[in-house]
């Protein structure tokens, strides 16, 4: 049978697929078709990038890894030894026989004894008996020097002087001075004036003016007077 005839003003419709959006203005769109053929994929889907084997690459890093560390190690362990062997012999402090005393051991070889002992202020190592002399124009001179614990203002010092007169004959003076000042830890002992305690001929033996007491690094002592310069040095003779 035959269609109706369609409506004055309106046009017949033609059957056609679903159109697609408009067109943007100025750039035409061409049209899609409604219905794909085939299995094909739908346009404007890639398809799925292939994967990548990672296993060796991965492995390749591992190894590489470890190398560098076992190489950090080794620098390690090198510094940490300072760069000696295990078969390297220890360091140790030797002095050579022929080597003299330091500045802290006496000539005797035993600690010179800066502190003090417990019963005055005088440090251990300047105790004891010591000996000098002085040449002259008549002859040698001997100095018997003894160093003895005390306090400040104790006597510490007793000076025994003997020697030939120029004037011929001999003379024996004996001092005594006690200590001025307590020194402080390697410092010299500072000692006041000397008193004559007894003398033959007694014109002969005159006090002396403060003195200055210096252990040295040879392990003998040395009696200044600062005020003249003059000094004398002694070696231990107990």
Known sequence: AQQPPPAAGYPAPTLVGPAGPPPAYGHPRPNVPAYAHGHGQAPGY???????????????VVVAVLVAIGAGWTVFAFMK?????????????????????????????????????GDGAVPSGYLGTWS?????????????????????????????????????GSYHCVFQAALEAEPASGSP?????????????????????????????????????????????YTRSD
């Not at 026989?97 to 800066?114: I, L, N, T």
């Open 46 to 60: 890639a398809p799925p990038p292939q994967r990548r084997r990672t296993g060796p690459a991965v492995a390749l």
């Open 81 to 117: 030894d300072g760069g000696h062997t295990t078969n390297s012999p220890a360091h140790t402090s030797t002095r050579s026989p022929s080597a003299g005393p330091s500045a802290g051991v006496r000539g005797d070889g035993q600690d010179k004894g800066d502190g003090q002992d």
């Open 132 to 168: 000098g002399a002085i040449d002259g124009g008549a002859g040698r001179s001997t100095r018997r020097l003894v160093i003895q614990q005390g306090e400040v203002g104790d006597t510490v010092l007793s000076l025994t002087a003997e020697g030939p007169l120029d004037t011929g």
């Open 189 to 233: 002992v500072r000692v006041g004036p000397s008193q004559v305690t007894s003398g033959e001929p007694a014109t002969s033996c005159t006090p002396g003016k403060p003195t200055v007491l210096t252990l040295l690094p040879d392990g003998s002592l040395r009696r200044e007077i600062p005020e003249t310069g003059e000094s004398l040095t």
